[in-house]
């Protein structure tokens, strides 16, 4: 089953803490992103990854660190988590346009 | 540049048709999206429709592309309680053949009973 799996789906972590989210696709896909939903907001693209160790800036990079090191794998990285980051992360994949997925999300609350 | 923009909330009559409207500003958009996401869960994909078509039919829904007026709306017939969530808009711009999507912020759909 063609799936974009993202972790943990919940956490709640203190300011300054570095954390990772990891995202997985098993579609080879060579296009990944991330996004964030905040309310009222809609969802903003953080970072995007046109293939292994490619990486770029989308619309709200700051705070942010990415990497592919492989092509399934795209995790996000908060080296100092502040508050104003808690939000619902979502981590996509493609193939081209018209076929994009999304994980389930991950909530995460910085206090 | 991109924009997307949709109104905030939504309320309908249950057994009424809703209708969602989106306006954006990409022309070279080429592929336009509803997704709805229910209470606590992730995004689902609705429907899409390519900018060259007017119209695009699917079961309860209904979604009309004005391309001149850069305006896109999302018609759900006969609406049901499991209708209610939040449904985004989002345009499609090829970034070296890859997809970016630009999100509106997303219409809060209420069904009265």
């Known amino acids: 089953e063609a799936q974009v799996t993202q972790n943990p789906r919940y956490l709640i972590t203190v300011t300054g803490k570095k954390l990772t989210v990891t995202c997985s696709q098993n579609m080879n896909h060579e296009y990944m992103s991330w996004y964030r939903q905040d309310p009222g907001l809609g969802l903003r693209q953080i970072y995007y990854s046109m293939n292994v160790e490619v990486t770029d800036k989308g619309d709200v990079p700051e705070g942010y660190k990415v990497s592919r090191k492989e092509k399934r794998n795209f995790p996000l990285i908060l080296e100092s988590p502040s508050p104003n980051q808690t939000s619902l992360y979502f981590c996509?994949?493609?193939?081209?346009?018209?076929?994009?997925?999304f994980g389930q999300g991950t909530r995460l609350t910085v206090v | 540049g991109e924009d997307v923009e949709q109104s905030l909330f939504l309320s309908v009559r249950e057994g009424d048709s809703s209708v969602i409207n989106c306006t954006y500003t990409?022309?070279?958009?080429?592929?336009l999206y509803w997704y709805k996401q229910e209470p606590g869960a992730g995004l689902q994909l609705l429907t899409y429709i390519f900018s060259n078509m007017d119209m695009k039919q699917d079961q309860r829904l209904t979604v009309l592309l004005n391309k001149k007026d850069k305006h896109l709306s999302l018609r759900i017939a006969d609406t049901q309680t499991g209708d209610s969530a939040i449904y985004f808009c989002?345009?499609?711009?090829?970034?070296?053949?890859?997809?970016?999507?630009?999100f509106g912020t997303g219409t809060r759909l209420t069904i009265i009973p």
């Open positions: 990409d022309s070279s958009s080429t592929y």
């Open positions: 989002a345009e499609s711009i090829s970034n070296f053949g890859n997809e970016k999507l630009t």
């Open positions: 996509a994949s493609s193939l081209r346009q018209g076929y994009t997925f």
